[in-house]
Nanobody, 119 residues
Framework: QVQLVESGGGLVQAGGSRRLSCAAS????????VGWYRQAPGKQRELVAT???????NYADSVKGRFTISRDNARNTVYLQMNSLKPEDTAVYYC?????????????WGQGTQVTVSS
């Protein structure tokens, strides 16, 4: 059973930092692309950052230079370090995994963790 369990969300002041973690299980984490998306109230879910199995990263323009995605294959965990947080970063942050199986590929999502940035 595939599971993606996020942690680290909460309330933080503008300019502050927060680190999100996503513990994965049930699939071959080391060959999966993983990442983070977010959804603010009344808005569509949007990409924040992704990291491939080869550790190639991709970021939304809005977070470049402030957020850093990383992965620890030994712990089956992906992290999102968020610095210089802004009120517009307030959203539910979802962990994402693009997994590979003998029968094909499949995407999975975590349940989300709320990040609220106060001004």
């Amino acid at each position: 059973q595939v599971q993606l369990v996020e942690s680290g969300g909460g309330l933080v002041q503008a300019g502050g930092s927060r680190r999100l973690s996503c513990a994965a299980s049930g699939f071959f984490f080391n060959i999966a692309s993983v990442g983070w998306y977010r959804q603010a109230p009344g808005k569509q879910r949007e990409l924040v950052a992704t990291i491939t199995s080869g550790s190639r990263t991709n970021y939304a323009d809005s977070v470049k230079g402030r957020f850093t995605i990383s992965r620890d294959n030994a712990r089956n965990t992906v992290y999102l370090q968020m610095n210089s947080l802004k009120p517009e970063d307030t959203a539910v942050y979802y962990c994402y995994a693009h997994t590979h199986w003998t029968e094909g590929e499949r995407d999975y999502w975590g349940q989300g963790t709320q990040v609220t940035v106060s001004s």
